[in-house]
């Protein structure tokens, strides 16, 4: 539960279940029993189909407190955590500007960092992309899966710009 309201999985416009609780309070799963297996009857849906909903309201997309800026800023630098032993895994990036536009700004390739069942741990990695066409301001940042495995969690991101230490004097 979120607040009050029961967490649910969602494909387009259909309830795919309610999600259960894990233990941990933070994280959620939705069982595979008959009447979800049902709902999934017409095959399973895209990964780009799915949401995850509190009260109505989706709770797996979450946009910045307010726009951020990114004028002069070379790529779009994200810190991004894939499942550990993944490969592969691709993602389209796109920005959506203050006005609403979207800018797709490309995709990314990323592979999850090697794991054992005693050592498993999610670890963020950076990944850039160019802010070519990109709006001067941007209110969220959307990543698409483009593989089945297309899970991740999106930590930060931020505008990134080359830059070189300052030159010290007497130092040639």
Same mark, same amino acid.
């Given at each position: 539960?979120?607040?009050?309201?029961? %967490?649910?999985?969602?494909? $387009?416009?259909?309830?795919?279940?309610?999600?259960?609780?894990?233990?941990?309070? !933070?994280?959620? #799963?939705?069982?595979?029993?008959?009447?979800?297996s049902?709902?999934? #009857?017409? =095959?399973?849906p895209?990964?780009?189909?799915?949401?995850v909903?509190?009260?109505?309201?989706?709770?797996?997309?979450?946009?910045?407190?307010?726009?951020?800026? *990114?004028?002069?800023? $070379?790529?779009?630098?994200?810190? %991004?955590? %894939?499942?550990?032993?993944?490969?592969?895994?691709?993602?389209?990036?796109?920005?959506?500007?203050?006005?609403? !536009?979207? #800018?797709?700004?490309?995709?990314?390739?990323?592979?999850?960092?090697?794991?054992?069942?005693?050592?498993?741990?999610? /670890?963020?990695?950076?990944?850039? *992309?160019?802010?070519? $066409?990109?709006?001067?301001?941007v209110?969220? *940042?959307?990543?698409?899966?483009?593989?089945?495995? =297309?899970?991740? /969690?999106?930590?930060?991101?931020?505008?990134?710009?080359p830059?070189?230490?300052? !030159?010290? +004097?007497? %130092? +040639?």
């Amino acid at each position: 539960m979120t607040g009050r309201a029961a %967490v649910e999985f969602w494909s $387009r416009d259909r309830p795919l279940g309610r999600a259960r609780p894990h233990p941990d309070g !933070r994280t959620f #799963s939705l069982g595979l029993d008959g009447s979800v297996s049902a709902r999934l #009857s017409r =095959g399973p849906p895209r990964t780009e189909e799915l949401s995850v909903r509190a009260g109505g309201v989706r709770i797996d997309q979450i946009p910045p407190p307010r726009p951020v800026g *990114v004028a002069g800023a $070379r790529d779009l630098a994200l810190s %991004v955590i %894939v499942p550990p032993n993944s490969t592969g895994t691709r993602f389209g990036v796109t920005v959506v500007g203050t006005d609403g !536009r979207r #800018s797709a700004l490309g995709e990314i390739r990323i592979d999850g960092l090697p794991g054992t069942d005693q050592t498993t741990s999610h /670890w963020a990695q950076e990944v850039r *992309v160019p802010l070519h $066409r990109a709006p001067a301001r941007v209110a969220a *940042v959307e990543l698409t899966p483009r593989t089945a495995s =297309g899970r991740a /969690w999106l930590l930060d991101a931020w505008g990134w710009r080359p830059v070189l230490p300052a !030159r010290r +004097s007497g %130092v +040639s």
